[in-house]
């Protein structure tokens, strides 16, 4: 007797439908099988789904390795690796990336390590049920999360005109390995580098180059640690100089980010719908006259980096399943002064506004409660950066949040 065919199901990270024939078109030409339930299922999940695309794409790119066409600067030996590439702000990747850095065998390692596949999300794929963490791994949480504020906090006092941001890669680097943890990003999907460092029209994902910071730069800095089996993330963005705290779209674009994150969650608690921080940080956004981008949200994060729960960060998104006491996860609004839209470099991690305006992300990881929520990744009495004033005379805001 021939066993029942198991129904083929939606691998849509917040979905638990049986899987119809829509599928993904990037995976059908790379050969990757991924069935979705719907169109609005495929557009909710684009920004956890296309890290598929990245892997491959990325093992690709290791075994041919595109050609340098532009000639290195004589004097420095650095080159622009996309010259032909249009770009939609005046930020420029400054090549060679500096090999990537040794890890001791003492340090614990993420499933990833060796071979940027994390096999351990990937059976996760598509299954709806969030983990709830027990009294010890909430401990664990806590642990790795107050490691990553200590070398978000290091990295940040490094900043300043000068510094390249592969320099801050070494910080950030250098204070794991002090801490016996593992840097989340390096070799995730292949990323190369121990932090990720967006400079102005960069919304996320920004790759540690040789271009110096400039005064009037604006520069968000993503840290994930790996430390006792658990990963923890945490992001700011911050002011380079005095030029930038002297530009009143750098300062209204950084601080809105910044309102944004801290207005969503004070709305966490048990039985907070995922789709409602979408809600207040769109309206807070449009209010300053910002936007809000679609195609990355928070997740859900614990001994993975990335899984369930997606949190969109846009309003009238349609997120499913609400909040429960022992979840993690993060927010992580990326906030433009224009257009929401975002372009990608030919990298396949730095994600641009597709106007070249500035771009501010802020996020903390979050435990739900009984009543309410815990910032793991709360600031520390002296913690850099912290927010400044709002120019007064950028945004009349209206009593309905629109501008």
């Known amino acids: 007797m021939a066993a029942e065919v198991e129904a083929r199901k939606c691998i849509g990270a917040d979905c638990g439908n049986n899987a119809g024939t829509l599928q993904c078109p990037t995976c059908l030409k790379q050969g990757i099988d991924s069935f979705f ?7 909710r999940n684009w920004g956890s789904h296309k890290t598929v695309h990245k892997a491959k794409s990325n093992i690709l790119t290791n075994l041919f390795p595109p050609k340098v066409v532009s000639e290195p600067d004589p004097a420095t030996g650095h080159y622009n690796p996309f010259p032909t590439f249009p770009f939609t702000g005046s930020l420029r990747p400054v ?40 009294k010890k791994e909430q401990e664990g949480m806590r642990k790795v999360c107050r ?21 801050i890669d070494e910080v950030v680097h250098k204070a ?29 994902h920004g790759i540690p180059d040789q271009r110096p910071l400039e005064d009037g730069d604006i520069i968000n800095i993503d840290v994930t640690l790996y430390h006792g089996g658990f990963h923890g993330d945490i992001n700011e963005t911050y002011y380079v100089g005095e030029k930038a705290l002297s530009n009143p ?12 994150l801290d207005k969503s969650i004070e709305i966490v608690k048990p039985g907070m719908l995922f789709r409602e921080p979408g809600n207040v940080i769109e309206k807070h956004a449009k209010s300053r006259n910002c936007s809000v981008v679609k195609s990355y949200c928070g997740h859900g994060i614990n001994q993975l980096f990335h899984c369930a729960p997606n949190i969109p960060h846009y309003a009238k998104n349609k997120a499913v399943g609400a909040a429960k006491p022992g ?31 500035l771009s501010a992300q802020f996020e903390h990881t979050l435990l739900v409660t009984e009543d309410g929520v815990e910032v793991l990744t709360a600031r520390l009495p002296d913690s850099p950066g912290g927010p400044v004033p709002m120019p007064s005379t950028d945004v009349k805001e209206t009593e309905n949040g629109a501008a």
């Not at 339930?37 to 557009?43: E, G, H, L, N």
């Not at 200590?150 to 990295?155: F, G, P, Q, T």
């Not at 674009?253 to 944004?260: D, I, K």
């Not at 993060?330 to 305006?357: F, L, Q, V, Y």
């Open 176 to 204: 794991c390995m002090e801490r016996d943890s593992y840097p989340s990003p390096l070799n995730y999907m292949h990323f190369p580098k121990s932090v990720c460092t967006s400079i102005n029209e960069t919304i996320c």
């Open 327 to 357: 979840m993690c996860f993060t927010i992580e609004p990326m906030i433009n002064i224009g257009t929401h839209r975002d372009k990608t470099w030919p990298d396949d991690w730095t994600s641009t506004t597709a106007d070249g305006s």
């Open 95 to 134: 090549y060679p990336l500096s090999p990537r850095r040794a890890v001791p065998e003492s340090v614990r390692l993420p499933d990833y390590a060796h071979d940027g596949i994390p096999r351990s999300e990937q059976k996760f794929v598509g299954r709806h049920n969030i983990t709830i963490l027990n």
């Open 37 to 43: 339930c719907s169109q609005d299922c495929f557009k």
């Open 147 to 167: 490691l990553a504020r200590e070398v978000l906090d290091i990295a940040a006092r490094a900043i300043k005109p000068g510094v390249t941001t592969d320099y």
């Open 249 to 260: 779209d750098a300062v209204r674009v950084v601080e809105t980010a910044r309102e944004c």
